[in-house]
């Protein structure tokens, strides 16, 4: 059973400017209130000589400005006396800022207060309490977190099962059957087509017994969904999570590539701060190559890339939710953003690269299959995490920073989402609670159902759970069977296996949510993500999950071991209505997306004088990527718009002034829009 991941609260001190006192540099600044925040102990599994500090913006803007501008300098001084006498006390190696800088996105880090961000690197024998309290007791500091080393709070190294010779047997015969796509393995993802059956009828498991069949019309309705929608390429989903097998045979034409880059190359040939990140970027090792098969790495994240977008169509292994028609270039694309590697994972900071790196680079969907403990865990089996919102806000501030970064500055003004969607697993706990960070109102956690509709065994629910979806429960079902199927790193020779968990729940949604996106684009719409996120939660199946529900549920513990030896209840009623909204349906949201949105048209464009920008008309007609285009300039002395194959235009500014220009599409249609040149940059 995949479980996820725990991280204990980090410290978030709120402090006042007070002064910098380097004179050499800078004036005194006078903003200081004399306020200053207290200091908690530090918890257990702060990561030692190492802490997060977020310092005001006018002390940065106080220091000098060149050293500012890069990320990666090899730096043990911030140029502000005040600050750097705390930095030579305690033998800071190395002092550097969070986010590396990226000029495609710099000015909007700095908006955001994302660039006050800094992780200070110090001899690890130096008490680490005394050094929160002497950054506390500075005005220059903002906040000061402790960091700590993320850990997986399932067993590193265990992988996903392989199909055993039942389901082959299934797999090969009529087993849930669909007219959809010619992927054998599509037979086995009953979360997408459930016909009742997880193996043919009279089949015992290993133990010789009778398994527990699934319900037919369990799923998330991808049946009907794909006749409007298959998925999109410009629809982009980052994997926050075990590497991505990018060269997968089944994923390979579904992964996001950053084209400029060389894959693992150490030139970062674009600027955006990471050499070489051509399918993502390896946050563990701050590398561009991704792992995926070390020796504890269980595949869990090609496991969940598979559900989203596994390649439709090509006659091999699995389907995905959103793995287009089977012709070339046509599902959402997957990005991995990797921060768990073998046994370990990447610490605060890192993660919040992460999530930043995805919404800079195009992502537009952050999936989240890990996250903390409920805060309402069996303190026995577990070390409970955060209970409330506010709890969380306090103690993860760069975590929350980062995260409303995503949804609110992913995508585009002029795309089908302005701002970002965070899905993230529920939790595998058993508790009436699902985790933080997804338990926060601004994302959707996911709780996990099992084939015939009850509730999974393991999973979360009531408070903070926003929606369900398949995520399996063999101990339950007495089969693998009755897990997740999807596609994985090579494990005896097999490229496909099943997990469980709302780990697999949620990148049902992950995919449903790609689907509906992929969807409007199709249709020309456009969506605010706050917006787009209510759509989704109110697109669940008709049937509500209670009419699936039992007066008791008997589940066996670990029965891949021992069997039915360790019978198990739960009662399913005491989750009648703790499950979201329930179970996600992909053909609902479509038909919403139908009748919402708002209709998306060719923007005005800005440009400075000898400079240029270029367009692609495609995204802003129906059937665009179908079509050719012209585009005319009524004044032609302002700019110029030239194509060399009537898709993608550049736009040449030549003179200060405003023209209207004309694009028309091969099928006749054409909108108006206008144009503005600037003797400098910038939007007005």
């Keep these: 059973m995949m479980k996820k991941i725990y991280l204990l609260p980090l410290l978030a001190l709120g402090l006042f400017v007070a002064s910098c006192s380097d004179n050499s540099i800078v004036a005194e600044l006078n903003d200081s209130d004399g306020k200053l925040a207290p200091v908690i ?3 257990v599994g702060a990561k030692q000589g190492e ?25 043990t001084a911030l140029g502000c006396l005040a600050v750097d006498t705390v930095l030579t006390r305690i033998g800071t190696s190395k002092l550097e800022r969070v986010f590396p800088v990226d000029q495609r996105t710099e ?41 700590r080393t993320i850990q997986r709070s399932y067993q590193p190294g265990i992988r996903a099962t392989s199909p055993g010779a039942a389901t ?33 009828y009279g089949t015992l498991n290993s133990f010789g017994e009778q398994i527990v069949q699934a319900v037919q019309g369990v799923d998330v309705g991808c049946e009907q969904a794909w006749e409007l929608c298959t998925g999109d390429p410009s629809v982009i989903v980052a994997v926050m999570d075990e590497g991505v097998m990018w060269n997968h045979p089944d994923l390979k034409a579904n992964m996001w590539v950053n084209e400029g880059e060389v894959y693992g190359s150490d030139e970062d040939a674009d600027g955006n701060g990471y050499a070489g990140d051509r399918y993502g970027y390896n946050f563990v090792d701050d590398i561009g190559i991704i792992s995926f098969n070390g020796t504890y790495d269980t595949g869990h994240g090609t496991h969940v890339a598979g559900t989203i977008a596994a390649v439709n169509g090509n006659g091999l292994g699995v389907s995905g939710i959103a793995g287009g028609d089977g012709t070339a270039n046509s599902g959402v694309k997957i990005m991995s953003c990797q921060v768990f590697a073998g046994a370990g994972g990447v610490s605060m900071y890192e993660e919040a690269k992460a999530i930043k790196y995805a919404a800079d680079n195009g992502a537009v969907v952050l999936q989240c299959s890990w996250g903390y403990n409920s805060g309402l865990a069996n303190m026995l089996m577990y070390t409970p995490g955060f209970t409330e919102d506010g709890d969380w806000v306090d103690g993860a501030p760069l975590e929350k920073e980062a995260m409303d970064y995503f949804i609110h500055n992913a995508g585009s003004p002029n795309g089908v989402i302005d701002g970002g969607i965070v899905v993230f697993a529920a939790g595998n706990e058993y508790a009436a609670m699902a985790g933080y960070p997804g338990a926060y109102p601004d994302y959707i956690s996911v709780a996990a159902v099992a084939a015939d509709g009850t509730p999974s065994s393991y999973s979360n629910y009531a408070a903070g759970v926003r929606i369900a979806a398949p995520g399996g429960d063999s101990e339950y079902h007495k089969c693998d069977e009755g897990k997740i199927y999807s596609t994985i790193p090579p494990l005896d020779g097999e490229y496909y296996g099943f997990m469980e ?20 684009s199709k249709l020309q719409k456009h969506f605010r993500a706050a917006d787009f996120r ?38 399913p009623a005491n989750y009648a209505g703790e499950m979201g909204s329930g ?32 367009i692609n008309y495609a995204r802003f007609f129906a059937d665009g990527k179908n079509l050719t285009f012209d585009c005319t300039i009524e004044d032609t002395s302002v700019a110029t718009m030239s194509s060399s194959d009537q898709l993608n235009f550049t736009l040449t500014g030549l003179k200060s002034g405003s023209t209207k220009a004309t694009v028309t599409a091969s099928n006749g249609t054409s909108q108006e829009f206008y144009i503005t040149v600037r003797k400098t940059d910038g939007w007005l």
């Design 51 to 75: 802490l997060l500090i977020k310092f005001k913006a006018s002390t940065l803007a106080a220091t000098e400005p060149g050293q500012l501008k890069s990320a990666r300098i090899n730096r």
């Design 583 to 614: 179970l996600i349906n992909a053909y609902k949201l479509l038909k919403a997306v139908e009748g919402a949105g708002v209709e998306l048209r060719v923007p005005n464009m800005f440009v400075s004088v000898n400079e240029q920008t270029t």
């Design 107 to 147: 000015a909007l880090t700095q908006e955001t207060g994302l660039s006050q961000w800094y992780v200070v690197r110090f001899d690890e024998n130096t008490d680490l309490q005394q050094v929160a309290n002497s950054f506390a007791a500075r005005g220059e500091v903002e906040k000061v977190q402790y960091s």
């Design 41 to 43: 102990d530090v918890p």
């Design 168 to 200: 082959q047997a299934a797999l090969d015969g009529s087993n849930n059957t669909t007219a959809f796509f010619n992927d054998p393995g599509l037979a086995a993802q009953w979360g997408y087509v459930n016909k009742g059956r997880l193996l043919p």
């Design 534 to 571: 209510q759509l989704v939660l109110q697109s669940v199946s008709d049937a509500s999950l209670e009419s699936y529900f039992q007066d008791t549920k008997t589940y066996y513990s670990n029965y891949a071991y021992y069997g039915s030896v360790s019978p198990m209840q739960m009662e």
């Design 501 to 520: 968990g709302t780990s697999m729940a949620c990148p049902h949604v992950s995919g449903v949510v790609a689907l509906g996106l992929s969807y409007a």
